[in-house]
């Protein structure tokens, strides 16, 4: 009995695991070798979709796209957070109210989120327009959603939504660091930011590595809100990896029937998949150092 | 004691703010529920005696308190011991349809989503046989390949449908010295240049489209390309069988030459169409390019006090020489799977009865597209609906092979190169010709492959279509 009791207690999550995440990975590593509209028989096509996927200038876009959403969005979210998660770890009158406001954008649905800030950035009667313009910062209304700067305002959603929760695994990793360090500091006579770099960002080490990794794989998968904000557009602006291999498999289209493509979405997926794969392990390389802190 | 308050205040928040979330769960789960009753219906469809329970699936939450009265009613009338059940699905009704088919619960009679889709997954079956010589009769100028029949098996019959037209604002009009719509392109380019001069102080603009998706580009070319010309739609040329997208080149240079004078409304680049109606509404575009659906959105959406009214698309020249594309032309389907489909079929029929139909189209749902229908009623009562009554110049279009074409397409769909050419501009002919080369190898590649089986038809003429509809 008690050689089984692991296995029973593992089996469902296991089973769910095999049903729900390896056998559609199964399927789309072999669907990539065929073209298939979801209906009739799937015709073999080889690397045809590769070649395609190759030539494909929208699909290569959406790749510099991500890679300036992501980086745009990594380096607004992590100081920001790790600022506030300093901050909010001192004992203070409030700081748990504090904490739940700024994590409160992390349980707003995205799509609930990308709606208001819709509202908020619309050119012709957004009120991020109407304020800028009663308060006379800028003379007539900025095209928030407009080619040049519907990236910029995309990053900046992304932000507001995500700097609560990394907020949140800083202060976890804070939580680990002894305070004796911050007493036999202060008795050195360092000043605030010297205990910043000198003990706190340090000695986060491990913890700072796993959730930069985190961070950059949610980055650059994240396509919910974007789809939702802008749709991608105008024309492409803000389309991002996984926005485009989402609409090969569920088009987006308001009037036109658009047929499915599983092959080629597929393949456009696995190479998605690769590039976040390889950005993880670049980062992972160049951040061996950070687990041997201590 | 007052922080205990706030606590409480914010738990509050999060957890309305958590079941606000969830409740798009619970409507997801309305198809379940519907499927098992689709499955039992069918069930017990087989016992003699008992009523014939006829599953009806359907994605219109429009009339669907006048459609459950027209069932109730019919559940109470029908001789045949027939009982329907309507499910009206929440959204992504494609998927549940899917999803139904692939765990035999499919419904017995369904709203058609796209009919050549489902006629390929094997989904509906043909009505042929179920139709006598007179129900041929009366829909036969109507009966379209590929909109209601494929290779001649008709799987579906027209109801209503769209009809597409210039929605303008009579009081911007007014103020900018305007009596009447604009009947050719440049007139449309100057009269949203004059709207604009006239309204900008007050943020009202001449024109507008919904430019965040490519729809933007196709609900003005599709409407005002079928009007101009007399060879094809979607730049699809039924003569020759091929793509030119010439033949929206016309919308394409007035929708660019209004951007650039700054006539359409600031962030149409961002604009869906929702946020588009509820400007209009506001008196802050001048003119627009959509369809019938308009009128019950000004009436219930967004209530307006705008003056506003409805017009012909302008033109190339001034003429109509093709007819207006009419969206349409299918509406509900019988299941392969059903094993009542006799039953399903005598819905069917009351579906599509003359005193329904007729009824349907008074209230105002939607715009006929039924020839004897739009004969025998008197006008529906929404207001603004007058200007889009079908017209001797309405017409429903044989399909294009437009959406296997760009199944097999490389690089960028042409409503997004052509809204890129109408915010930022660059060279028409150029990007024309990168479409057409993109297009027909495309649509070559689909041929071969036998994903479309359309075409060239060098007998077809857009003005022959005129007067199918309406006199």
Not at chain 1, 60 to 70: D, E, G, L, R
Not at chain 2, 76 to 96: L, S
């Amino acid at each position: 009995m008690r050689k089984i009791q692991p296995y029973v207690f593992v089996m469902p999550s296991l089973l769910l695991t095999l049903a729900l995440g390896v056998y559609p990975i199964l399927w789309a590593l072999r669907y990539m070798f065929y073209d298939y509209p979801g209906y009739g028989a799937a015709t073999y096509v080889g690397f045809d979709n590769f070649a395609r996927l190759m030539r494909d200038a929208e699909y290569w876009n959406s790749v510099k796209n991500t890679f300036i959403y992501a980086g745009g969005k990594l380096v607004l979210t992590l100081p920001i957070s790790l600022i506030l998660a300093v901050i909010l770890n001192k004992a203070f009158r409030g700081r748990q109210l504090l904490r739940a406001i700024y994590f409160l954008p992390t349980i707003i649905s995205a799509s609930v989120m990308s709606i208001v800030f819709f509202i908020i950035f619309n050119a012709y009667n957004g009120m991020a327009n109407q304020f800028l313009m009663k308060y006379h910062l800028i003379s007539s209304p900025v095209n928030w959603l407009g080619a040049d700067y519907a990236m910029l305002t995309t990053i900046l959603i992304a932000v507001w939504g995500a700097v609560g929760n990394y907020m949140l695994l800083f202060l976890a990793g804070l939580q680990g660091i002894p305070n004796d360090l911050y007493e036999a500091a202060s008795l050195d006579g360092a000043n605030a930011s010297q205990k910043l770099f000198k003990i706190t960002i340090p000695m986060l080490g491990p913890v700072l590595q796993m959730i930069v990794m985190y961070a950059i794989t949610v980055a650059l998968k994240g396509y919910e809100s974007i789809m939702v904000f802008t749709g991608g557009g105008p024309y492409g602006k803000t389309d991002v990896m996984y926005l485009y291999v989402f609409k090969q498999f569920f088009p987006i289209s308001a009037d036109t029937a658009s047929m499915q493509r599983f092959g080629y979405g597929s393949a456009v997926g696995f190479a998605s998949a690769v590039i976040v794969g390889a950005v993880t392990a670049l980062y992972f390389y160049f951040s061996r150092k950070m687990d041997k802190i201590y | 004691m007052v922080k205990q308050w706030g606590y409480a205040a914010l738990g509050a928040t999060l957890v309305i703010g958590l079941t606000a979330c969830s409740s798009s769960g619970n409507e997801g789960a309305s198809p379940d529920a519907s499927n098992s009753g689709a499955a039992s219906a069918s069930a017990s469809g087989q016992n003699a005696g008992e009523k014939t329970k006829i599953a009806y699936w359907t994605p219109d939450r429009h009339d669907a308190v006048f459609m459950q009265a027209k069932i109730d009613e019919f559940n109470k009338t029908n001789t045949d011991n027939i009982e329907v059940e309507m499910t009206v699905m929440a959204d992504n009704y494609p998927d549940a349809v899917d999803i139904a088919f692939a765990s035999k619960q499919a419904p017995d009679v369904l709203r058609i989503n796209n009919l050549e889709t489902y006629v390929k997954k094997g989904y509906i079956t043909p009505l042929n046989s179920y139709m006598d010589d007179a129900t041929k009769e009366r829909f036969s100028s109507v009966l379209i390949e590929n909109k209601n029949m494929i290779g001649g098996e008709i799987y579906s019959l027209p109801n209503t449908g769209q009809t597409w037209r210039l929605i303008y604002n009579k009081d911007l009009f007014a103020k900018a010295g305007l009596t009447e719509a604009p009947k050719t392109l440049d007139e449309l380019v100057e009269y949203a240049k004059k709207i604009t001069e006239a309204g900008k102080a007050e943020g009202a603009y001449g024109f507008a489209s919904n430019f965040k998706s490519s729809s933007g580009f196709w609900r003005p070319s599709i409407t005002v390309s079928t009007a101009s010309g007399t060879t094809g739609a979607e730049g699809y040329n039924f003569q020759t069988g091929q793509f030119d997208f010439n033949s929206v080149k016309d919308i394409a240079l007035a929708l660019r030459q209004m951007k650039e004078d700054g006539s359409m409304l600031p962030g149409v680049e961002s604009l869906d169409m929702d946020p588009l109606r509820a400007q209009f509404a506001q008196g802050k575009i001048g003119m627009y390019i959509n369809h019938s659906g308009e009128p019950s959105v000004y009436k219930d959406q967004f209530p307006t006090t705008v003056n506003w009214a409805a017009a012909p698309p302008p033109t190339a020249d001034g003429t109509i020489h093709g007819a207006i594309n009419v969206v349409g032309g299918w509406y509900v389907g019988i299941s392969n799977d059903s094993p009542n489909k006799e039953k399903a079929w005598k819905f069917l029929e009351y579906l599509y009865s003359l005193d329904l139909q007729k009824e349907y189209y008074e209230n105002g749902y939607g715009v006929s597209l039924i020839p004897d229908v739009i004969e025998a009623a008197s006008s529906p009562s929404t207001p603004g609906i007058e200007g889009f009554l079908p017209t001797k110049y309405d017409a429903l279009y044989p399909d294009t092979p437009l959406t296997a074409t760009e199944a097999a397409l490389e690089g960028t769909k042409y409503g997004d190169v052509l809204t890129k050419y109408v915010v930022v501009g660059g060279d028409l002919d150029k990007l024309i010709e990168d479409l057409n080369t993109r297009y027909n190898a495309a649509l070559a590649k689909a041929r071969a492959d036998g994903t479309t089986k359309i075409e060239a038809d060098p007998d077809f003429d857009a003005s022959k279509l005129q007067g199918a509809l309406a006199q």
